[in-house]
């Protein structure tokens, strides 16, 4: 095989950490990967990266942070790229395919609050900041007496503007947390009853070229096959409704332990006034045309202007983030 093996990935802490555990991964499926120069990672900034002056709302939502890592694998400047699975779109490049997914880190939302409650406890008129319609969506539908304002930026930044008061409180993905060690800083976890989180959030994905059988068979060995059967299920219903940032979808697949699949889906406008929800339980090999068929309910349920953009969350929200 060629030398070295290029990962291609965005430069965010987070994303360096989920290139870096792909790297450990490959070196300790392949010996041969584990000498030294054997795999780079690359380095590649993307369009969502490069806003800082509006929401990636406002910017268009689909495929900010995977259009150029996807180039440049088409380009095959890079052999694999490793993906949040919640920044990448439903709809495939032409040549390019989801190869393997790695074991799911957990998928909920982590609140921070400066004064150490919860959402139920926070006073009337706190301002809670997030770039995401579906976590503002959820918030005001529990709590439409708070005010929520955009709020972007990797995991030290937000934390530096939560402590300097710009907030009284904000959420991150609780997996990021986890990859890179900062899961002490939160306040606590969110249950998925009262916030169901993003599609695919928690996932890691490593994407190929369809062609390259060399890269493929190194790749499809780190993949984690309850992984890939969840998440399979949360984007059916994802490209069902055709789904963006622009849109706030909630979606979680689990394996609850006794052979079945189950999935909870849901869609909400952005001030929280209006949602409809959906449960599907099935057996995993059947996980695409279970969210397809969630999909299709819930569409079927929305008024004509169900998506429009009312509500959301208005001007500039800073650097942009995967968490």
Known sequence: MKQPLRIGTRGSPLALAQ???????LAEAHPHLAEPDAIEIVVIKTTGDRILDRTLMEAGGKGLFTKEIEEALQAETIDLA?????????????????????????????????????????????????????????????????????????????????????????????????????????????????MLPAVAQGAI??????????????????????????????????????????????ALAELPGDGSLTLS???????GQEFYRTERRGDPDDAEAMGIDAGQELKAKLPPDFFAVSGAIEGPAGPGSAI
């Not at 290139?19 to 991964?25: D, F, K, L, S």
């Not at 490793?82 to 982590?110: C, F, I, N, Y």
């Open 19 to 25: 290139a870096h555990e792909t790297r450990r991964r």
């Open 82 to 194: 490793v993906h949040s699975m919640k920044d990448v779109p439903t709809w495939r490049q032409t040549g390019l395919q989801l190869t393997a997914m790695l074991p799911r880190e957990d998928p909920r939302d982590a609140w921070f609050c400066r004064h150490g409650c919860g959402l139920d406890e926070l006073p009337a008129g706190a301002v809670v900041g997030t770039a995401s319609l579906r976590r503002q969506a959820q918030i005001l539908a529990r709590r439409p007496d708070l005010k929520v304002v955009p709020f972007r930026g990797n995991v030290q930044t937000r934390m530096t503007k939560l402590a300097e008061g710009q907030v009284d409180a904000t959420l991150l993905a609780l997996a990021g947390l986890r990859r890179l060690g900062l899961v002490e800083h939160m306040t606590a976890a969110i249950e998925t009853d009262v």
């Open 205 to 250: 994905g490593i994407e190929t070229r369809a062609a390259d059988d060399v890269t493929n068979a190194l790749v499809a060995a780190l993949n984690h096959a309850e992984t890939m059967t969840r998440v399979t299920a949360e984007r059916g219903v994802l490209a069902t409704l055709d789904g963006s940032c622009r849109t706030p979808i909630a």
């Open 265 to 271: 889906a849901l869609v909400i406008r952005p001030d």
